[in-house]
């Protein structure tokens, strides 16, 4: 059974930071590519940070400089780096893992974690 299991969301200050975590089990992880994505209220989900086969990159543009993907594949885990957030950062969180034959979206997720961005 695949599990993808999120933590690291909260409460914090603008221009604070968080790391999410996304801790993979029942896949074989190294041989999937990762990404989070976000959805605000009354908003469509969005895609924030991809990591491609050989390291490469994608983010959104609003968040390029301030977030950043990796991984750990000893660990089954895909991280996300937010630095200098602002309240339009507020969102529901989760990551997605797929196979690198599937386009962004498809595979598992996880169950999402609340980023709340606020004074």
């Known amino acids: 059974q695949v599990q993808l299991v999120e933590s690291g969301g909260g409460l914090v200050q603008p221009g604070g930071s968080l790391r999410l975590s996304c801790a993979a089990s029942g896949i074989n992880f190294r041989l999937y590519l990762a990404g989070w994505y976000r959805q605000a209220p009354g908003k469509q989900r969005e895609s924030v940070a991809q990591?491609?086969?050989?390291?490469?990159?994608y983010y959104k543009d609003s968040v390029k400089g301030r977030f950043t993907i990796s991984r750990d594949n000893a660990k089954n885990t895909v991280y996300l780096q937010m630095t200098n957030l602002n309240p339009e950062d507020s969102a529901v969180y989760s990551c997605?893992?797929?196979?690198?034959?599937?386009?962004?979206?498809?595979?598992?997720w996880g169950q999402g974690t609340q980023v709340t961005v606020s004074s």
């Open positions: 990591m491609f086969n050989g390291g490469s990159t």
């Open positions: 997605n893992v797929r196979p690198s034959t599937a386009p962004p979206g498809q595979g598992y």
